[in-house]
DNA sequence: CGTTAAGCTTGGATCGATTCAAAAATACTC
DNA sequence: GAGTATTTTTGAATCGATCCAAGCTTAACG
């Protein structure tokens, strides 16, 4: 109760309840730290010294900078903190993350800020013990960011061709593969395809050179794929709108636009987030086209909103919880060496995709 | 580059680099918290042997000892951390609360464990400026444990009668009065609760003993609420099952066989919580009972999945962001008083309610 | 009773910074 | 050029703990 009221006394430190209880400081610490060690008489006159001055045990503070550890990880990223508790996609990724923190006992610290000066006061001051890298927007910028911090650091989603820095993802290539197979088998030869960014702060038609120079080698990646895959099956690549958006509604939309504008018009469209997938079915469905019945939307992520959306959604499924469990170890058990992990995808084919039309 | 890697040098400190640079540490200090003092020729030479020996900057961990803040707030719970990304109340608070991160660029600590001894622990040692509760089940331990630690704490959801510790809630007696009132305006006579629980670790009907000693006030005055509003009505509160669950699909699950194993089925459930709700509205229609053409359903709290499920529900809506964002104000600003608040509820009719059956 | 082993305690060193009063350097005035 | 005002820099003190080598007690044994 008087710790912190009485005028304006100073918090009580360890120190002062080892002065009370006549003991050294080294063993007043190890009165909390390590009981086993102290004789039991001791230990009492200590324990009743601090309940006596309300003293509630050693300040992490303090411990904190003897230690070195903190016993936490941060979790990073451009958009601002509301993002990790709306966004499906961070939300299934923090649910693997919490998981592994759990285990160990370790706390998440979320790291993020309104704007860019913020964000980077807050990276070089948060305390955690590593850092996992939300790499949505701006990505390369958060590693340079972090990279500054000296902490071990891995980077989620987009695969950056840096191979210095750790990163978990996914096979990209085999995975959009995967989609535009299963659409092509369904019988489509008209495609349209929703890209995420390829580089930072653009949108629209992409042209081949903006592929090429693709900062974000996922979004690259996904289009190889997809362009694989189509040429295996006759399908002319070059004709197949590729639009950039930034994964979110309005691009999405602006994108949909632009495509359907055109006199042939696509029969199925590739997503590569899930996000964008449904966005446009609701477009697609508010303009009285039918999915899939006129057009096929697959969608890319699974994450688990997709399966509830109307019509279900047909994905690729990356191990999204796993994703987060591996990341957050590579940091738990950070050994000095760069790990850079791809995991396997899945094809989950649900309402969303369909033979097309026959007038088509 | 080197910083780490050379063999086993400790890493850099300001002293080091203090030492290079041929000034005070004193000096080498305020180059990087307080540039402006210092003469301009100095700070790049200063700045010039920080980064020729490879030096991030002040190490946040002996900077937060002498500073003694950490301009972090934790928000803690006797859940796994996976709930602050998969319950939808929690997500809302959680937004709320981030918000009110964002813009004061403070950043957010999760704090929760497997088991209870880790969680005394991780409370203990979390480097937080204060805490927000979210008092779920174990609530009063939860606040016991924070208390210890003699820092600014908010809880929030469930009100303790204990007037000592700050809190944030809402009028559930007004707003359980809206739902019943809603409920036998439409005509229904016959009901049955869907309670949260009264105290730790118990299921099951429950007697009006249970109610007068309830632990959990906020679940005590919603029934209050519900009752009162009935008696104005004329129902009998004498007959009207009241079920206590643990918020969780089991439990509910459990109530509602319980519930409609009776001679004369209610025709309106109130249920505490929106997540009672849409797994009663889930079994109810799963048994081809109509929703609300056979029984009416009500939740409480207003969550963002309530108008996505099927009916959408009719509820109690709490302004749920807004107690984060000002549960997070309540840490930000401290200022060593006791704040309890009491924010005010809306019926929201949607699709779940409707009149009783005329059969009936 | 002296010796040895084992168990406890001690107090100085350390973790990595910030702060602030005082000293030093510089600039300005007459 | 002395005297005063101003700007910079210094270095000791501090934040709150943990660690560990060395010293001290105590118990046991021959």
Redesign the pocket.
Known sequence: MASTIEGNT??I???DIAKAAG?????A??V??RPE???EE?RERVKAAAEAMGYAG??P???L????KVNAIGVATTEPLSYFFEDPFARAMMAGISEACDATGAGIALVSAGNQEKLAWNIQSALVDGFILFCIEGGSRLVELTRERKLPFVALELGFDDDTVSAIGVDNVAGARLAAQHLAELGHRRFAVLALPFADGSTGLVSPEKVRTALYTGTRDRLVGYFEAFSRYGVDTAGIPVYETVNDEASTRAGLETIFASAAPPTAILAMSDRIAMVAIEWLTARGIAVPGDVSVIGFDGVPDAALCDPPLTTVAQPIAEIGRRAARTILDFDGTVRRETLGVELVVRGSSGPPPKTA
């Open positions: 100073r918090p430190r360890l120190a003991v050294s400081h080294g063993t610490s190890n909390f730290s060690i102290v004789r001791v050693p300040d503070k303090g411990r900078l003897r230690a070195g």
